[in-house]
């Protein structure tokens, strides 16, 4: 079976609601069964979000967001908006958001930009 080993940000089920990142394998059938669309593209250097959520979809309901990073780098922060911690993702790299509930999370793009492949997918990966 091919599978992936991904970093997913999610809601660490805490009162304060915080986001961390678990590691999990996933296989590629599963991201295909789940896929709704994917698309390519390319990120301007520097870039930056604050924190914020992987929001439900309307139609689909809570749904994973899926980055395949291609080239560059792309930076995610995770924790207490006081002493977010900082996780970087480069080619090769998988990073998955499913904090649909918290805080949320930030995110920046490196210096020379990023390309990701975004998979959008059905449902919260890791999740029953």
Request: aromatic share 8%.
């Amino acid at each position: 079976m091919d599978t992936r080993v991904i970093d997913v940000v999610r809601w660490d089920g805490s009162d304060v609601g915080t986001a961390e990142v678990v590691t999990m394998e996933v296989s590629l059938g599963e991201i295909e069964d789940r896929l709704i669309s994917k698309t390519e593209e390319t990120l301007p250097a520097g870039r930056a979000r604050g924190l914020h959520l992987a929001e439900d979809h309307p139609e689909h309901g809570a749904v994973t967001y899926l980055q395949e990073i291609l080239e560059g780098e792309f930076f995610v922060y995770v924790g207490p908006s006081t002493n977010l911690q900082e996780h970087v993702y480069r080619a090769g790299d998988w990073v998955g958001f499913i904090d649909n509930r918290g805080l949320g999370h930030a995110s920046r793009v490196g210096e020379t930009g990023c390309t990701r492949r975004f998979h959008f997918l059905k449902g919260q990966i890791g999740t029953a």
